[in-house]
């Protein structure tokens, strides 16, 4: 192997190979507590130390760099003290996770490490939105994201790096090409010769490099690192390497043909840069001895510290309460001037304000720049806010997505528009598995709000009429918000903003010009998990939200004999549970109505907890009017028979006659 020392000193030559050497002693160690049964699992990263090393010295400390879980090096490079991070690896309850997620499943703003999910390529997409931060606020940084040559074949992989090229984003996209994903050679996993090949196809450049040489790897980082912090543009890096272990240390390697082993074996980033360095003068076996000495020391006895830490205690509020980042909702009460708007002019007047009083603020979505969005709500956008803020994107969902979890995590709030809510689908990993887990894990805030424009009524069919809101609503983590009235719509929507908290925004596309309502001037916020009542009855109560509030009141109005309670839950998670047991309480009977189809709608969970909660004061069984369980058809007749509107007289009938 040849080393290029270019104009380093023998003092900085022995500082990168001091960064070297700990971690490969560390992975030893694993090695030795792992057969010793007092660890369970490791993936190690023995033979790849140099990619690791080496990319995180060429980046600036206070640079996010977003590892996998083979890189070990970066997390040491940043000086992460070892005890630390064993007791996050052993889940103890000072371990970064406090115990809720392994290995290096975690992020810290105190070293600028974002760590991945079990997904891989979702968190390229995080690096994108990072970088977009510091692009937008004029900052000469780079973002490293890392990946493996398995997870280039991941949807996450495309959409992420076409973002980055198309925004010029300063993203160093890393792909350790190890050989193997697990069991997978590459030749089952692509077809081209060399990944970095595939940079030509997004008009970026691409750079392959010697993964175990340490000084090639700094060396070329470190150029690039200087190049795109002044010249804004991401960059692929392939750096070759060989996984000299296991996927994890219980699969084993019996898939990997010998040679390979012994090739490899000769190609070991440590002992090579060792023996340049002993060639050159700068290294003896005396000072070797005693490093490895002093770090061996170290690391049992950091190691045995961290054994001896807490383990997690078990405390259901705290784990409840943790899925959330803390927020104090402070009411802005609505001025008294008021206006006639239109539903959508509401959430479109709600945008604006947020984007004056917020400017960390970005709008992201397909065609809501100058064109102004699908439905034209933030036409004009552009000229007042700038295309900085207000951004075409490419159509690629979970991008997105996880481009509003990275600028909230780099310090800005993301709303990311779906042209059609039934379109999240194709970004669903990002919201429930980023977005809803990131708090709970490691106590990042994600600060986006995901308006879905969403339902039925249009004649729009399967694709473009779904109310999925069933979906997110049992996944902790989300806030659901799905208000039926101009002024719910401005108020929850800036509510919705100023949560550093993910929300899920459902606005009705029926309701967005068929509607109108006085709604206030200016900045005004309403309370996310409160319901409105909006009639008081004694025959029974209608529960229901969005486009069923507007079925009930019309149905009341043509049924004015009908003496019922009428309650919008207004939001889904958190639901205002004191209103529906008060309701309950004075009426006795309960009807459940949403547009969503019957099975596993809302309305379940609604009629479970109602059935726990307040079984003692129900006069008849609690019943559910939903729409039918197919999907959505376009003819009108047929969709007219699928929405539970068709079904509302029937279903009041049987619960009064009961």
């Not at 994890?248 to 490899?264: C, D, I, M, N, R």
């Not at 929850?492 to 309701?511: G, Q, S, T």
Request: hydrophobic residues 40%; charged residues 25%; contains cysteine.
């Amino acid at each position: 192997m040849q080393f290029d020392r270019q104009q380093k000193t023998d003092s900085e030559l022995l500082a990168i190979y001091k960064r070297l050497v700990f971690p490969r002693l560390v992975e030893e160690k694993m090695l030795i507590l792992l057969r010793q049964g007092r660890i369970g699992k490791w993936f190690s990263g023995i033979g790849q130390e140099a990619i690791a090393v080496g990319s995180t010295l060429a980046m600036q400390n206070d640079e996010y760099i977003l590892p996998m879980h083979r890189n070990l090096g970066v997390f040491t490079t940043r000086d992460i003290p070892l005890k630390k991070l064993m007791a996050q690896w052993q889940g103890k309850l000072t371990g970064f996770t406090k115990g809720r997620d392994r290995s290096f499943h975690f992020g810290t703003q105190d070293y600028k490490i974002i760590g991945m999910i079990s997904h891989l390529g979702p968190q390229m997409a995080l690096a994108d939105g990072i970088a977009l931060a510091d692009t937008i606020a004029e900052k000469q940084k780079a973002t490293l994201v890392f990946t493996g040559e398995g997870a280039t074949s991941e949807g996450d992989f495309h959409e992420a790096i076409n973002v980055a090229a198309v925004w010029n984003l300063p993203v160093i996209f890393l792909i350790e090409n190890n050989g193997y994903g697990l069991s997978t050679p590459t030749n089952e996993q692509y077809k081209c010769k060399h990944l970095v090949d595939r940079a030509i196809g997004y008009g970026i450049e691409g750079v392959q490099l010697d993964g175990n040489n340490i000084l090639e790897v700094y060396d070329k980082l470190s150029a690039i690192t200087k190049d795109i912090r002044r010249n804004p543009r991401p960059v692929m890096v392939e750096c070759l390497t060989f996984r000299m272990r296991g996927h994890e240390e219980a699969s084993g390697t019996k898939y990997v043909p010998p040679h390979l082993f012994e090739e490899w074996a000769a190609k070991d980033p440590v002992k090579n840069f060792e023996y340049f360095l002993l060639q050159e003068g700068t290294l003896n076996q005396s000072i070797i001895e005693t490093l490895k000495q002093e770090y061996k020391k170290q690391i049992d006895h950091e190691v045995e510290i961290a054994f001896n830490e807490p383990e997690p205690t078990v405390d259901e509020a705290i784990e409840l309460a943790d899925m959330y980042h803390p927020h104090v909702f402070k009411e802005v009460k609505p001025a008294e001037q008021r206006t006639e708007k239109r539903y959508i002019d509401a959430i479109s007047d709600g945008l604006k304000e947020a984007m004056i009083r917020h400017q960390n603020l970005v709008l992201m979505g397909q065609d809501i720049a100058e064109y102004g969005g699908a439905f034209k709500i933030t036409d004009g956008f552009v000229d007042t806010f700038g295309k900085a803020r207000v951004r075409n994107t490419p159509i690629c969902e979970s991008a997105i997505v996880g481009a509003g979890l990275g600028l909230s995590i780099n310090g800005y709030k993301a709303m990311v528009e779906m042209q059609f809510a039934d379109f999240v689908s194709v970004g669903f990993n990002q919201i429930v598995n980023n977005l809803a887990k990131t708090h709970y894990r490691w106590g990042e805030k994600a600060d986006v709000v995901i308006r879905m424009p969403t339902g039925a009524g249009t004649g729009a069919g399967p694709f473009h009429s779904q109310s999925n809101e069933a979906w997110f609503t049992k996944t902790p983590g989300l806030k659901i918000v799905y208000p039926a009235f101009p002024y719910d719509a401005k108020g929850l929507l800036l509510a919705a903003i100023e949560d550093p908290n993910p929300v899920i925004y459902f606005e009705h596309k029926y309701l967005y010009r068929s509607l109108s309502g006085q709604v206030p001037e200016g900045y005004y916020t309403l309370e996310i998990g409160k319901a409105n009542t909006l009639k008081h009855g004694e025959q029974f109560s209608i529960i229901t939200y969005g486009l069923g509030v507007h079925w009930a009141l019309d149905y009341l109005k043509q049924h004015p004999d009908i003496d019922a309670t009428l309650v919008d839950l207004v939001s889904l998670q958190p639901w205002d549970q004191a209103t529906v047991m008060e309701v309950v309480k004075r009426t006795g009977r309960v009807l459940i109505l949403h547009e969503d189809t019957l099975t596993n709608g809302f309305g379940a969970e609604l009629a479970a907890w109602i059935g726990e909660h307040c079984f003692q004061y129900l006069d008849a069984p609690i019943m559910r009017c939903a729409s039918l369980d197919t999907a959505i058809p376009m003819s009108k007749a047929l969709e007219d028979n699928f929405l539970a509107k068709s079904k509302l007289h029937q279903a009041v009938n049987q619960l009064i006659n009961y």
